[in-house]
């Protein structure tokens, strides 16, 4: 029985258990870009984004959109250089007067939001967007407008008021219109590569709720109940579509703050006001990614758990404990 | 506009972000002490553990019963050593001869639980279990006890059967009953020691369910409504007890493989039998730890989301892609 300690450095076993810091700022950015076809010049884009640093964590390119969406994250530094040299890319090899496409945008890479994921706040995030805009005007010559949190005028916190006309009207009315001037540069837009959409915002869940009906007038109804822009819940956005390949109305949901709106509660609600439609609920839909603080607070609510913390997760204390 | 490709040596920004390999095994050890009063005893037992690489993820101590639990993980090698060491370190520094407390008991180290958390099996942990065993016989001299999942014999799989007697009764009954001799060493107990309950199990949910009542016979008709040993849900254990300082019925419960029985089924088949009994849920109780993956499994049944998996959590995929 031999007494005398061991020191690390005599560890058997195949595996070695590193202490790791987990402190890493952690900023995810969604960018959008006006190719949905061409999958090499999408590739350059997500390798341009890989050699920086950050980590991809999604990719969708939609052909009869004709754009593509790349999901990456990273710390503050990284993800910043992630997102100006995925940009540099995107103008360098798309040609908007050669785009069509049914989706508005008014940019090569059209929209680029940060958003705060772990260690950083929203406003954190606005002053990254404002200095990865100065720097893409500044070395690409492609004027910025800052919306949402990275917003300078009101005018601008809207996206959808931002790419107004789209490219070819956003062109002429920018010469004109000094209320629509971008942020950075300008006032006239790149030839090729129009302006890019900077800024920032919260972590937006894509949550959809199938209805057991056809009729997609109750999921238009039922909308109206519950999104924030007609007296329903905040941070919630609505509308009723229906879901011709299943026959199934869906009430389609962005969640824009879910520790303001949590998703149990925007669910309920369109459950309440189904049964009052005398319709069932028959599942829902999960577009994209979900952070595990959403899924941990609906579980916690619903299960009524008294002082919930996510120290009670056992891989978040192996986390905070590593 | 500079086209050449930088390479990842020139990324700028205060924070660089290391790509890790996350794909390491995980085993959890929630051995269980007889030593609840000498905090320094423990203190000498956790510095074992972290010496060996392993993480401790929780303490506790009860003077009453004077025992302690320490729950730790490490990846399947590092695990058996830590656990080892704990061990040593608990025979060397605890004689049972001395030790009162209302806990049952047979040894100074009395149980070490393997339990499988990420690419690892039961099984896995069950052989882990058995090395480990045999290495506390052959260098401490202590004997060793198989049990659940890794339990030789069926009389060996509860521990509640190995336990009979506890120490003082055991090592009596050891000299002149076969059926109880250890599965290593033995048949006489080590004289200050005792013996070692080393096995593998499931994770287990401690999981309290309160009722708007005071009356505990309430809460014991429900614990036997669910609980599997009386006809109810797989893999439940369930009591109904009073908690004397909130005058609340309580309805405790120990799942013992949430894949089989969820969380939400558990607490949901309670809050059924409540309703029959004219009685509301209060709220409810996580002592310890939850997997996340038991809490991803409740809001996904309960949001009732479309083929729901892990990799739709934004920290999980960050994990994959890393």
């Not at 052909?63 to 593509?68: K, T």
């Not at 990254?128 to 916190?157: F, H, N, Q």
């Not at 199938?210 to 905040?234: C, Y």
């Not at 990614?289 to 891989?315: C, G, H, Q, T």
Request: with cysteine; hydrophobic share 45%; proline share 5%.
């Amino acid at each position: 029985m031999k007494k005398a300690k061991r020191t690390e450095q005599d560890v058997p076993g195949e595996h070695r258990f590193t202490i790791r810091p987990m402190r890493e700022t952690l900023v995810e950015c969604v960018p959008n870009f006006s190719e949905g076809r061409d999958t090499a010049k999408i590739d350059a884009i997500a390798e341009a984004i890989r050699t920086a640093g950050a980590i991809i964590l999604d990719r969708t390119s939609d052909p009869d959109h004709n754009r593509s969406v790349v999901t990456f994250a990273a710390p503050a530094g990284v993800v910043e250089e992630a997102a100006f040299r995925a940009v540099r890319q995107a103008v360098a090899s798309i040609d908007l007067r050669l785009h069509s496409g049914g989706h508005p945008r008014i940019g090569a890479a059209d929209v680029v939001p940060f958003i705060p994921l772990r260690g950083v706040r929203l406003e954190d995030c606005a002053r990254l967007a404002e200095r990865t805009g100065r720097r893409i005007w500044e070395e690409l010559g492609v004027p910025v407008y800052l919306y949402e949190a990275a917003a300078r005028r009101p005018e601008c916190r809207n996206l959808a008021d931002i790419r107004r006309g789209n490219f070819e009207g956003l062109r002429e009315e920018v010469l004109t219109n000094p209320a629509r001037r971008p942020d950075f540069g300008g006032p006239a837009l790149h030839s090729s590569a129009g302006a890019v959409v900077v800024g920032a915002r919260q972590f937006l869940i894509a949550f959809n709720v199938n209805l057991a009906t056809s009729d997609v007038e109750i999921a238009r109804r039922i909308a109206r109940k519950v999104r924030f822009s007609s007296g329903g819940l905040p941070a919630v956005k609505a509308m009723g579509v229906l879901l011709a390949s299943r026959n199934l109305a869906q009430v389609s949901m962005n969640l824009t703050d879910f520790e303001r709106t949590p998703v149990d509660v925007a669910f309920e609600a369109v459950c309440a006001e189904a049964a009052r439609e005398g319709v069932g609920v028959v599942s829902s839909e999960l577009i994209g990614l979900i952070p595990k603080k959403a899924l941990e607070m609906v579980a916690a609510r619903y299960l009524k758990i008294e002082d919930f913390n996510a120290s009670m997760v056992l891989e978040n204390r192996l986390e905070e404990r590593r």
